[in-house]
T-cell receptor, first 115, second 112 residues
């Protein structure tokens, strides 16, 4: 089946630094990608929807200046957590929608720990 | 807005016994419903999906779910649990074009 790759799978950073997480669709073109956040033992919350070549659409309560999303190509979306703080520590998961079938595929997630 | 409620945060079964994970949905129109499984520190894998075709949906790894409109339910079942089934399970409803709304999850524990 289709594969979505996230990198890095784990990242530890100091408070105040910025961290970039990549989400790649390896064998299909993804016109739309979604970014989710998952706190420990909780469900996934949609953060934003990114469409290739246009600005991301953020869910209510998500700071667009804090979580920068770029979807520059049909196979790559990036999430940058700017000036990270300990409360940003979380599991971030992306999903990509196949442009052909519309089916969604999930990455394996990236665990961010901010010290 | 659409939503799903997973009635149990934890379900414990013995290996070889049946599994039942409960999910109720709320939707103003005919919904698309999904079950996803998440193993620790992993992404999500689609188990099965309902999109207004047959009400009994068969998925991977022996799982199936039945859509019951009269009960607004979409419970996940498996006749015989395996140790490898231990994971977090999410009931999900689609809120329109690929936008998914997740339930709070049910952790399945399988004992030998």
């Amino acid at each position: 089946g289709a594969v979505v790759s996230q990198h890095p799978s784990r990242v530890i950073c100091k408070s105040g630094t910025s961290v970039k997480i990549e989400c790649r669709s390896l064998d299909f073109q993804a016109t739309t990608m979604f970014w989710y956040r998952q706190f420990p033992k909780q469900s996934l919350m949609l953060m934003a929807t990114s469409n290739e070549g246009s600005k991301a659409t953020y869910e209510q309560g998500v700071e667009k200046d804090k979580f920068l999303i770029n979807h520059a190509s049909l196979t790559l979306s990036t999430l940058t957590v700017t000036s990270a703080h300990p409360e940003d520590s979380s599991f971030y998961i992306c999903s990509a929608a196949s442009g052909g079938t519309g089916e969604l595929f999930f990455g394996e997630g990236s665990r961010l720990t901010v010290l | 807005a659409q939503s799903v409620t997973q009635l149990d945060s934890h379900v414990s079964v013995s290996e070889g016994t049946p599994v039942l994970l409960r999910c109720n949905y709320s939707s103003s129109y005919s919904p698309s419903l999904f079950w996803y499984v998440q193993h620790p520190n992993k992404g999500l894998q689609l188990l099965l999906k309902y999109t207004s075709a047959a009400t009994l949906v068969k998925g991977i790894n022996g799982f199936e779910a039945e859509f019951k409109k009269s009960e607004t339910s979409f419970h996940l079942t498996k006749p015989s649990a395996h140790m490898s089934d231990a994971a977090e399970y999410f009931c999900v409803v689609s809120e329109g074009f690929q936008k998914l709304v997740f339930g709070t999850g049910t952790r399945l524990l399988v004992s030998p």
